[in-house]
């Protein structure tokens, strides 16, 4: 009889452990690099020919690239925003991009969101959702440790001092951007036995261009014959980071996490710099940096999870930004800590494969003047006008449709209208008006 109640009991142990097994291997790790001002056609897989982009092309090989992908913003803070809450351009907390204006105490993130399912969460570069020590600093939102910039305007040189959870750290001359990747690399060696959640909002190649003569990716473009330098010194940045995404790879797959690890790659807004001529970053599209036309906010965005995503995929579903909340969370089986009214919808059944797909009613963005994307239509208010173009057949906007299409011109004027509602009122000081729920 004791012989078979311990037979039962190592049964029923070895089904508990198996169970756990299954849990753990069921929430990836989360893997979110979104590098600053890369343009949409900066990568070899999106069609540069100036460019060196291997790794990244490789990742798209293995995962699935997206073609109609869109950032939350024309501009750096305001898109972190929104990828951050899940709420658009008009309903999102920070809308300037003066510099130090925070989240509110209140606002959800998606940090606070996966570390109710466990998760340790580690941000690295540029936060830009409020200043070190303030409302709105990484830690005070979901993060268990950020390093790096807070304030957007700090994040225009590469050759100063960061932070680490709002605590200064000295450089003495070191490129800040190597630092921020090391700092990287020992937060997925340190939690390499649990779920985690890398936020990497790298600055490269934001400006001011500049990057260390004995950086290797310069190497292969200091003597190319560009006229512009800027030019040369945004490619080895790219190439920079395309050798670090390399290395997290290599790395993953040497820890034997690579098999459940969820990664993407995107940028934050458009190219701040088309640079024609040289590397066509924004291609036919109009606009860039600071524009509501694709170039501005059509960005590339590639996704890699081994045996999930199938490798070699391509999607052109339109998303945006406010949907990485809700899809991390449906992956992370916490879609309840997700606010009810974001604007946001999880593109998991598109990642997977399988499922249906939830379409947006319209995506919303306003920098200056308002735009609204809807299936194939995209429609831009501007001087009292409404511009609207069929994106399947006019990428560069070249032909507006709206005395053709009266009534879908009349439609993005409503989207226009209702996309928008008055922000709650915030300085640039890091303090808020209105209750707060957290301590």
């Not at 809308?95 to 340790?120: C, H, M, Q, W």
């Not at 225009?156 to 070191?174: C, P, Q």
């Not at 600055?203 to 950086?215: G, S």
């Not at 599209?285 to 890699?304: F, Y």
Request: with cysteine.
């Amino acid at each position: 009889m004791n012989s078979f109640y311990s037979l039962l009991t190592l049964s029923l142990f070895c089904s508990i452990l198996g169970f756990g097994i299954q849990l753990k291997a069921a929430v990836p790790n989360v893997i979110f690099i979104m590098v600053d001002d890369m343009g949409y056609h900066d990568l070899g897989c999106y069609g540069s020919k100036t460019i060196l982009t291997p790794n990244l092309d490789k990742m798209a090989k293995e995962g699935m690239r997206f073609t109609d992908c869109y950032s939350g913003d024309a501009v750096c803070a305001s898109a972190r925003s929104t990828l951050m809450t899940g709420y658009h351009k008009g309903h999102t907390p920070v809308r300037g991009n003066s510099g130090g204006i925070p989240l509110f105490p209140d606002d959800v993130t998606i940090a606070e969101v996966l570390k109710k399912a466990g998760y340790a969460t580690g941000g690295f570069g540029k936060w830009g959702l409020g200043n070190q020590g303030k409302d709105g600093a990484a830690e005070r939102q979901g993060f268990d440790l950020f390093y790096g910039y807070y304030n957007q305007w700090h994040a225009h040189t590469y050759y100063t001092h960061l932070f680490r959870n709002s605590k200064k750290v000295e450089l003495s001359g070191r490129y800040t951007h190597h630092a921020i990747y090391d700092e990287t690399i020992k937060f997925i060696k340190n939690n390499k036995d649990r779920p985690f959640f890398l936020y990497c909002p790298w600055t490269p190649p934001h400006a001011a261009y500049q990057i260390p003569e004995d950086e290797p990716a310069w190497q292969i473009y200091k003597d190319k014959l560009w006229k512009s330098k800027d030019a040369k010194v945004a490619a080895a940045m790219d190439t920079m980071m395309d050798r670090q995404v390399g290395e997290i790879t290599a790395l993953l797959e040497k820890l034997g996490i690579y098999e459940n690890t969820l990664m993407f790659f995107t940028s934050d807004n458009g190219a701040a710099k088309r640079f024609d001529g040289i590397h066509n970053s924004c291609g036919v599209m109009q606009g860039h940096k600071r524009s509501l036309n694709e170039g501005g906010i059509r960005v590339p965005m590639v996704a890699r999870w081994p045996g999930k995503i199938k490798p070699g995929s391509v999607s052109d579903h339109p998303w945006d930004f406010p949907d990485v909340m809700p899809t991390l969370a449906e992956v992370a089986g916490v879609s309840k800590e997700v606010p009810k009214d974001i604007d946001g919808i999880s593109v998991l059944p598109t990642l997977l494969g399988k499922g249906e797909q939830k379409q947006h009613e319209y995506m919303y963005w306003q920098y200056g003047v308002r735009a609204a994307r809807s299936g194939k239509w995209k429609g831009i208010g501007k001087g009292g006008h409404m511009y609207l173009y069929d994106l399947s057949k006019d990428m560069a906007e070249k032909n507006d449709l709206s005395s053709q299409h009266p009534e879908i011109a009349a439609k993005f004027k409503r989207y226009i209208t209702e996309g928008y509602r008055e922000p709650r009122s915030q300085k640039d000081d890091g303090k808020y008006t209105g209750k707060s729920k957290k301590k």
